[in-house]
């Protein structure tokens, strides 16, 4: 067990909703990466969090947003769900560019 | 835009039969990570190597990290059944002149491995 928890487990919304899934990081771990997993791909970068600022981002558009707390946990929101969202979330905690400890995920499914 | 290639994307092995897995990137990396992760499970660290030419065992576990730091390997020697699952290379691009990194992880497809006991 890494210690991070995500919530919800499992996820169904419609197209055009909105979701927020939230991440526990690590005890200990000021940075906070999401990762959006499509079945039998590799995580892809979403965004990073590092001490309650945006740092680093990648090829998505900014209906995905996010926010980090002064605890380290995390959220992240996504607007206007299309269907092709459908997919594993994944959040993961470090200590700044270090080994990243994965949580569970959240399963997101739009319909 | 930046990419890792992993190849292959598939292997079976028979249980005592080595494996490995190959990853190529597009750019120079400062470090790059690899992970396994099992069917409907996430992905577990499992080794960073940061220097150009690192070799890192660990038990039957052998990760290369390329000269020019852009490639890297990872060897399991004598597969065992607790080997199945799918091992992605994880590389942090070099993208600033002093050589840093931003936290951008990009990871390849991954090598889904399978063992026949």
């Known amino acids: 067990e890494t210690g991070v928890t995500q919530s919800p487990t499992h996820l169904i919304k419609t197209r055009g909703q909105q979701v927020t899934l939230r991440c526990s990081s690590q005890?200990?771990?000021?940075?906070v990466s999401w990762y959006q997993q499509a079945l039998g791909q590799g995580p892809q970068f979403i965004f990073q969090y590092y001490r309650e600022e945006e740092n680093g981002r990648g090829n998505f558009p900014p209906r995905f947003s996010g926010l980090q707390f002064p605890n380290y946990s995390s959220e992240l929101n996504v607007n206007a769900l299309e269907l092709d969202d459908s997919a594993l979330y994944l959040c993961?905690?470090?200590?700044?560019?270090?080994?990243?400890?994965f949580g569970p995920g959240t399963r997101l499914t739009v319909t | 835009g930046q990419q890792v290639m992993q190849i292959p994307q598939y292997q079976h092995v028979q249980e005592g039969e080595d494996f490995t897995t190959y990853c190529n990137s597009s750019t120079t990396l400062s470090n790059i990570q690899w992970y396994k992760q099992r069917p409907g499970g996430h992905p577990v660290f499992l080794i960073q190597l940061v220097k150009s030419g690192e070799v890192k065992k660990q038990k039957r576990l052998t990760f290369q990290f390329g000269e020019a730091k852009k490639n890297s390997s990872l060897h399991i020697t004598a597969t065992q059944t607790t080997d199945v699952g799918t091992y992605f290379c994880a590389g942090n691009p070099v993208i600033t002149d002093y050589g840093g990194s931003q936290g951008n992880l990009i990871f390849g497809k991954g090598t889904k491995l399978s063992v026949k006991p």
């Open positions: 005890s200990g771990h000021n940075t």
């Open positions: 993961a905690s470090s200590l700044e560019a270090g080994e990243q400890y």
